[in-house]
């Protein structure tokens, strides 16, 4: 089967690495470089860079639905004649003429059990509504966004302290695993499309971030859900404290909200005398580190107040 693969982040790598060494694809899309860092420096997709190390051509129009860029693109789909287009987190929506292009149609790897969290960010809105199951779906697409007939489901627990980061690769791969079955289903006429009940979804909306704001008159359990599925950040002596880790744990009776209950374990109190132990953190102009590490290099003491 030829297949054109549209992608751009880590999550579609696992994906594009299996179909590149399984089937034959013949171009892939992905969103323009972009610059980065401090010299603004031109930065490929993961996608660009898997693709050119498995020899595959590249090509990232700005816009595939309006433009000098979306008529060039739907040319060279013509010339190639994928008999199926694969995306996953690809960035733009497909037009009409691109999705009924191929024989196959358009297929989309979507990190969520739809209906449920269709839309940018299923992963992190997954964690934060505090959902024990979540999984991936293989949906033919359609013009809405993630309305498709469904085509293959998996499911995966979620773990009680997984962050969104870990979740986001298990996820990965396992829409890598089932991209292959999928393409077989599809030639061989062996799967059932499954409509979709508008009635059970969700939208899982782009993440902003006065989301991660840790607010400490909420409880410890809702604040858990925020450092999992975002990273959360607070302040500590004047600077940025990311805090990347954490466990619920019992509070300290009449300890203001937002004070250290316990120096050597950087415990906080929370809202509904609640408690949160931060276990991974990251202060501003400092590297990532476990707690233990951290609290080598600064002294917390005991009534110290976070947010200021």
Do not use: W
């Not at 694809?25 to 992905?30: H, L, N």
């Not at 401090?38 to 090509?59: C, D, N, W, Y």
């Not at 276990?279 to 009534?303: A, C, H, I």
């Amino acid at each position: 089967m030829k297949i054109v693969f549209m992608g751009t982040p880590d999550f579609a790598v696992p994906c594009l690495k299996k179909l590149a060494v399984q089937t034959e694809v013949a171009a892939v899309f992905t969103q323009p470089d972009k610059p980065n860092g401090r010299k603004m420096k031109l930065q490929f997709s993961p996608v660009k860079k898997t693709a050119i190390e498995h020899g595959i051509s590249v090509f990232q129009p700005l816009s595939l639905r309006k433009g000098e860029d979306a008529e060039k693109s739907l040319e060279t789909l013509k010339k190639i004649q994928p008999d199926c287009i694969v995306v996953a987190a690809y960035g733009q929506i497909l037009p009409k003429e691109i999705l009924e292009l191929p024989k196959y149609g358009c297929i989309n790897i979507h990190a969520s059990l739809l209906p449920k969290y269709r839309g940018a960010a299923p992963i992190q809105h997954c964690i934060l509504n505090g959902e024990s199951e979540t999984g991936v779906t293989i949906m033919q697409m359609a013009e809405g966004l993630d309305t498709g007939d469904m085509l293959m489901k998996r499911s995966i627990p979620v773990g009680e302290n997984e962050i969104a980061e870990e979740l986001h690769d298990r996820l990965s791969q396992l829409g890598a695993e089932m991209i292959l079955p999928a393409l077989e289903g599809l030639e061989h006429g062996t799967l059932t499309p499954e409509k979709q009940n508008d009635a059970d979804s969700c939208y899982a909306s782009m993440i902003r971030k006065e989301m991660s704001a840790l607010d400490f008159t909420k409880s410890a359990a809702e604040l858990h859900r925020i450092i999992c599925g975002l990273t959360g950040f607070t302040r500590l002596g004047g600077k940025r404290l990311k805090v990347i880790r954490a466990l619920v744990c019992d509070g300290k009776p009449d300890a203001p909200c937002g004070s250290v209950i316990d120096a050597k374990q950087f415990t906080v109190q929370c809202g509904g005398n609640t408690g949160i132990q931060f276990t991974e953190v990251q202060l501003e102009g400092s590297k990532r580190m476990p707690v233990k590490e951290f609290l080598k290099g600064k002294k917390l003491e005991n009534g110290q107040l976070l947010g200021e």
